[in-house]
């Protein structure tokens, strides 16, 4: 059986009440407003990861979160409190998942006003979410535009091409990689007149989390 990579959107109302997250590897990003998680406080653009229960206390504020977790099944977590409401964006089941150990990376990718990413693939799968700008993805034949809230997932090997709006563009990302890709870039590219060329794109990484054998 595949594992399954979800993301979600939670949206938590200002009223400082608590949230539970049952235990599963999953990524955290605060797109808006401000969350307290495992002892720390959350803001705009910041993100946790881990794979045990945790409880999230809503801010006074609120908060908009997206929110990946990888299950071993079609099971999700769901979270659980007061006021809280969460959507489902995006399902994927992992089919091309690399063999050996794996590291669940949450990272950003952001562009310059028509900044593209020549003809490449990844080590591995992910679900992709656009926050600022809006990209053009090229893959198995087919061109999808998307734009702020839009989310995609890559399979790994399928070569893509990405090409940013005509305005500073950032995504966020979780991808499932090899745990030696650790601090690495998993990006190959196809092209061989295309990998002397310049990278346009900026990369924030914001976990590198080895799994456990039970998660992966």
Not at 194 to 216: C, E
Request: charged content about 20%; hydrophobic content about 40%.
């Amino acid at each position: 059986m595949f594992p399954m990579l979800r993301l979600y959107e939670d949206v938590l109302s200002s009223d400082g009440a608590e949230a539970v997250l049952p235990a599963l590897p999953r990524m955290i990003f605060v797109v808006h407003g401000s969350v307290s998680i495992a002892g720390g406080v959350l803001r705009d653009g910041e993100a946790w990861s881990g794979e045990g229960a945790v409880a999230l206390e809503h801010g006074r504020e609120g908060a908009t979160l997206w929110r990946w977790e990888l299950a071993g099944d079609a099971a999700a977590g769901v979270l659980i409190g007061p006021r809280v409401v969460t959507r489902e964006k995006l399902i994927a089941r992992l089919e091309t998942l690399p063999a050996g150990r794996l590291l669940m990376r949450g990272d950003s990718v952001a562009f310059p006003p028509g900044g593209c990413a020549y003809l490449h693939r990844h080590q591995g799968p992910g679900i992709r979410c656009v926050i600022d700008g809006g990209i053009r993805i090229d893959t198995r034949g087919r061109s999808t535009s998307y734009g702020p809230g839009g989310a995609w997932y890559e399979s790994g090997p399928d070569p893509v091409f990405a090409q940013a709006a005509d305005r500073p563009t950032r995504f966020i990302r979780v991808l499932i990689l090899p745990v030696s890709y650790a601090g690495k870039s998993s990006a190959e590219y196809l092209n061989e007149e295309d990998k002397a060329k310049p990278r346009v794109q900026q990369y924030k990484i914001f976990a590198d989390m080895p799994l456990t054998a039970s998660s992966s």
